[in-house]
């Protein structure tokens, strides 16, 4: 949807959501989507923060990083779009607010996945014995054959 709603932005109305546009950059036919992507994104999160507190907390992880993750998107979020309402006032900083976080939300995305959903599962320690005994079989020349045979 989100995609759809960018093609029609961009080339039914002729809306510059990417490029910067010198005829005024600060106009609210921009900065309006960039508020309401942000702002359902804010709705989105909130919704998921109040969701414990409700007879569906079942339905959510029981993890605590969990809703750290998401309370630490809803901040972003939060920022986003107050930056865009700024922006579309035509408040020169909130391109550093909007701007800000835009950089957070990229630069701190993939490693919040990991710490969040991937990082108890590489802490395993079967996994650790799979890589040791893996090793000690590599280190002893198990693997030497299956080696020769396939690019020999």
Known sequence: IETVIKILYI????VPLYLY?????????KWSFW??????AVLCYAAIMVLPFTRWREMLPAKASFYRYVFFLL???????VGAALV???VVAGYCVFGTGMWLYYA???????????????????LDMDMLYYSEMRDAGCFDDAYDESFG
């Open 108 to 126: 701190s995305y993939p490693p919040l996945v990991y710490i969040t959903f991937l990082a108890d599962f590489f802490a395993d320690e079967q």
């Open 75 to 81: 901040m972003l979020y939060i920022t986003m779009v």
């Open 88 to 90: 579309g006032s035509k």
């Open 21 to 29: 546009d010198s005829a005024g950059d600060m106009r609210w036919s």
């Open 35 to 40: 508020l309401l992507h942000s702002l359902a």
């Open 11 to 14: 080339f039914a109305f002729h």
